[in-house]
C-alpha cells in the first residue's frame, strides 16, 4: 500500500523541510506539521544576532508566508504531541485529539542545557532558543549596562557581540581555555578571541559559574566559580543543548544521547523517522560513529533525504556537514568536522581578520574553518565532499591558492 | 508590488509578487521556487540562492560586493550577471525583472 499521510512532530528547519521536500518530490497525501510554537514557523539562526539588532523583522525570519502551507496543503497543528501510539500509527495530542499516520517523522530539535546554581530562577537571565525568548531579551540588551554571557560557544559568542555593539559590558564566563574550543582550531579561537576583546568583551576562561544573585525578583550579580562578584542586570547563557528525545523514548524507540537512526534516518520503527538536531545517525564524515549534528544545514539535508525516500527515492545519509556563525563584522564558516585534527594548515592573516584554518587528521583534509575568507568556504564544500584528498604538505606549499587546487585536482 | 519572474534551468517559468524590501531570495522561496533552496536564510553563508540576472537588467544593480562577490567568484557556473538572491533587495522598480536558475544550485 503506498503512503497515504505523513505527521511530522516539531516546525523548525528539518520539520518544514520535510513537508517542502515531500511536495516538491511529486507525494500526493496528507502532510500534517505539528508545531508546538505560536505562529508560523520560522528560521532560528538570526534569533541570536540580526533579529535581536533589530535589522530583520519576524516576517523575515519565517521559512514561507501562511498561503504557501494553504496552497501547498501542508496542515499546520498548534499542539503538542503527548504519546505515540506505534501499534495504531497514531500521535495523541495534549488538545486530546489525535492523528492517524503512514509514517512520522521526529523533527522534534532541543533544548538549552539550563543553568542549575543557585539563582538561576531570577528574571533577567534568558536562553536564546525561540523568538519569545529573542523578544523578551531584545528591548532589554539595549538598556543593559552590564551584561554577563555563561558559555562562549557559538550562540553566547553571538550575542556577546550584539550586547556589546549595544554598548553594554561585557563578561563571558567560559570553563574552557579558549572561545568555540569545541569546533574550531586554536588558531581560529585566537582570532575570536582577539575580536571580541577588541569590541570590550571580557573573557572569564576555566571560570564557572557559582551562582546567580538577585534584586526583587531580578538579577543582579553573578559569581564566578573562582569567587569574583560581577555586576549583571542581564544574564544570556549557551551551554549546550539536550535533545528533545522524551517522546521517542516513551514510545521505546532507541534512544543513544539523541533518537538512534541508520543511514536512512529511519528510527527503529521502520515507520518513523527523526533528523536534525533530535537524531544520532551514523556520520560518514565521523567514521560512522553515532554523531548528533545542531545545524541548519544538517536539518535540511535530512529532511530532503527523508522526503525523497518516502516517495521511493531511498539513499543513505552522507551530506557534507557545513556551519556558520556571524559575531561583529566577522563571518565563520566552517566545512567538515574537525573531531580528531592533528595538524593545521592556515591561509590568509589572522591579523586581518581574514584567516582560513585547513585542518587535517594526519594526512587526510576533514575541515575548513573561514574566517571572512568566503571564497574558501564554498571550495572548501566543493574539495571535501569528494576526494581525491588535499594533503597537508600540498597546502603548506608557498603561495597554496584553495581555487587553483581544486580547478587543477578537479574529477 | 513588483513581479518578478524566476525561470528554471529546465525552462519552468515562475512569475512571483514580491515586496518591496524583501530580498529576491525570499520572494522566490515564499512563492515556492523550487532551485532556489536559501538553506542559511539570506545569512549570505551557504551561496545556494545563486541567480543570472537577465542582461537587459544587468546594467541596473550595483555589481556584488563583500562576502557575496566572495562567494560568487567560486560558485559553480558563474557567469558575469551572477548574483546571490538573498542580497538583492526588490525595489518598486523592479517590476518586471528576469532572474534565471543555475543548473547546479550551491
Known amino acids: 500500500m503506498s503512503l497515504d499521510s505523513v505527521v511530522i512532530v516539531g516546525a523548525g528547519h528539518g520539520g518544514v523541510q520535510v513537508a517542502i521536500a515531500l511536495r516538491q518530490e511529486g507525494f500526493g497525501g496528507r502532510i500534517v506539521l505539528v508545531n508546538d510554537e505560536p505562529g508560523l514557523p520560522y528560521q532560528r539562526p538570526p534569533l541570536s544576532k540580526a533579529y535581536l539588532l533589530g535589522k530583520i523583522n519576524a516576517t523575515a525570519m519565517l521559512f514561507r508566508p501562511e498561503t504557501f502551507y494553504v496552497d501547498q496543503r501542508i496542515e499546520l497543528v498548534h499542539d503538542r504531541v503527548a504519546a505515540i501510539d506505534r501499534q495504531n500509527r497514531r500521535v495523541m495530542l495534549d488538545s486530546g485529539s489525535a492523528l492517524d499516520f503512514g509514517h512520522l517523522v521526529l523533527a522534534t530539535g532541543a533544548h538549552n542545557r539550563p543553568l542549575n546554581v543557585p539563582g538561576s530562577t531570577l528574571g533577567g537571565i534568558f536562553g536564546i532558543k525561540t523568538k519569545a525568548d529573542a523578544d523578551l531579551l531584545s528591548p532589554l540588551v539595549k538598556q543593559a549596562r552590564n551584561v554577563v554571557v555563561i558559555g562562549a560557544g557559538f550562540i553566547g559568542l553571538e550575542f556577546a557581540a550584539v550586547a556589546a555593539a549595544e554598548g553594554a559590558a561585557v563578561e563571558v564566563l567560559e570553563l574552557g581555555d579558549r572561545p568555540m574550543a569545541r569546533a574550531v582550531s586554536p588558531q581560529m579561537s585566537e582570532l575570536f578571541r582577539a575580536a571580541h576583546q577588541g569590541w570590550g568583551v571580557k573573557f572569564n576562561f576555566r571560570t564557572g559559574l557559582a551562582e546567580l544573585e538577585g534584586e526583587d525578583g531580578k538579577v543582579s550579580a553573578v559569581t564566578t566559580s573562582d569567587g569574583r562578584r560581577l555586576p549583571a542586570e542581564l544574564v544570556v547563557y549557551g551551554i549546550g543543548v539536550i535533545p528533545n528525545v522524551q517522546l521517542a523514548l516513551e514510545a521505546g524507540l532507541d534512544i543513544d544521547n539523541g533518537i538512534r537512526v541508520n543511514s536512512s534516518l529511519l528510527t527503529s520503527d521502520p515507520h518513523i523517522s527523526a533528523l536534525g538536531d533530535v537524531a544520532a545517525f551514523p556520520c560518514v564524515q565521523n567514521g560512522e560513529n553515532l554523531t548528533r549534528l545542531e545545524s541548519v544545514q544538517n536539518a535540511v539535508d535530512q529532511g530532503k533525504l527523508i522526503a525523497a525516500r518516502l516517495v521511493g527515492k531511498p539513499a543513505p545519509y552522507t551530506a557534507l556537514p557545513w556551519f556558520w556563525t556571524d559575531q561583529g563584522n566577522l563571518k565563520l564558516q566552517i566545512a567538515g568536522l574537525s573531531i580528531g585534527a592533528d595538524n593545521y594548515v592556515t591561509l590568509g592573516d589572522a591579523a586581518a581578520q581574514q584567516l582560513s584554518v585547513l585542518c587535517f587528521r594526519g594526512e587526510e583534509l576533514i575541515a575548513v574553518e573561514s574566517c571572512n575568507r568566503p571564497g574558501d568556504h564554498v571550495f572548501a564544500r566543493k574539495i571535501l565532499a569528494r576526494p581525491p584528498a588535499l594533503t597537508p604538505a600540498a597546502a603548506a606549499a608557498p603561495d597554496f591558492d584553495l581555487k587553483a587546487w581544486e580547478a587543477a585536482n578537479r574529477p | ?106
Do not use: K
Not at chain 2, 515586496?19 to 512563492?31: I, P
Not at chain 2, 540562492?49 to 562576502?67: I, K, L, M, N, S
Not at chain 2, 542580497?87 to 517590476?95: C, F, K, N
Open chain 2, 1 to 106: 508590488m513588483p513581479t518578478i519572474t524566476f525561470i528554471e534551468h529546465n525552462g519552468t517559468r515562475h512569475e512571483v509578487h514580491a515586496e518591496v524590501g524583501q530580498s529576491a531570495m525570499q520572494a522566490a522561496t515564499f512563492a515556492g521556487v523550487p532551485g532556489i533552496p536559501g538553506d542559511c536564510g539570506g545569512a549570505c553563508a551557504c551561496a545556494s540562492c545563486h541567480a543570472y540576472v537577465d542582461d537587459a537588467w544587468a546594467g541596473r544593480f550595483a555589481p556584488a560586493e563583500g562576502t557575496e562577490y566572495d562567494m560568487l567568484e567560486n560558485v559553480v557556473e558563474r557567469q558575469p550577471t551572477s548574483r546571490l538572491t538573498c542580497q538583492l533587495v526588490v525595489g518598486a522598480d523592479m517590476d518586471g525583472l528576469t532572474l534565471r536558475l543555475p543548473a547546479v544550485q550551491f
